[in-house]
């Protein structure tokens, strides 16, 4: 296997990081603005406390945790720096990598805050929230992780063929799959209880329909029934007085 520790291959190997890093905000920041705007229009408290559980895993869990990995990896057996110091990389080396490290802690760090006052100004007075509106949410967020899923696959076939073209992409792999796959575990776990309540509410609305429309045909067939009855009782009735 080749390994090259030049300056132009190291930083497109830790460009790739700092990709997935982006792509990961960008997604998240994303689903967390359709959850809000979804909390403007039905102006329903679970979709609000939906919202405000994954703005609080943005604003919050999302960098902490992609901090954590990175530190994870820094400190782990398959650290780009312990790969350099073992293949004797040279001094250059080792400094730029601790340099790009460096710049995509600062990075990480900078990632902006979405305001959270506005979820708490809502008015839940004249709330409409029907099944399409859940369907809907339901849908933001299976795109939501369907979509890194797919970033996760990409990246995973991506650094197969770097690494037949470069080693030194063994260093990186496992922080760019961690980062990516600490989000797909962590938002589910971040709105698990909100999202929960609210699906909830949704099936107590589908049996009571469906409670409904049990009672409503028992109820037509009854009526059917008796007006056949009637109709029937009402026949022999003329034929009687015809007869007769």
Known sequence: MRFDFSEEEINEMYGMYQNALKEIQEQVERVVEELIEKSRTIQYELVIKVSIASLEY??????????????DWQEGAVSFSK??????AGENAVNRGKELETQIEEEIQSWRSLDTSELSGIDTTNMKCETEDFEEIKQIITQFIDG??????????TLENCKDENGIYIAIEPVIMQSI?????????????SYLKLAQEFETRSQAVKALGAETTQTIASRSQSFVSDSISELREQMRRILD
């Open 58 to 71: 943005y604003n919050e869990t999302l960098k902490k945790t992609e901090l954590q990995a990175l530190k």
């Open 83 to 88: 790969i350099m110091d073992k293949l004797s």
């Open 148 to 157: 890194l899923n797919e970033m996760q696959n990409g990246y995973s076939g």
């Open 181 to 193: 796959a600490i989000v797909i575990q962590g938002f589910g776990q971040g709105i698990n209880e």
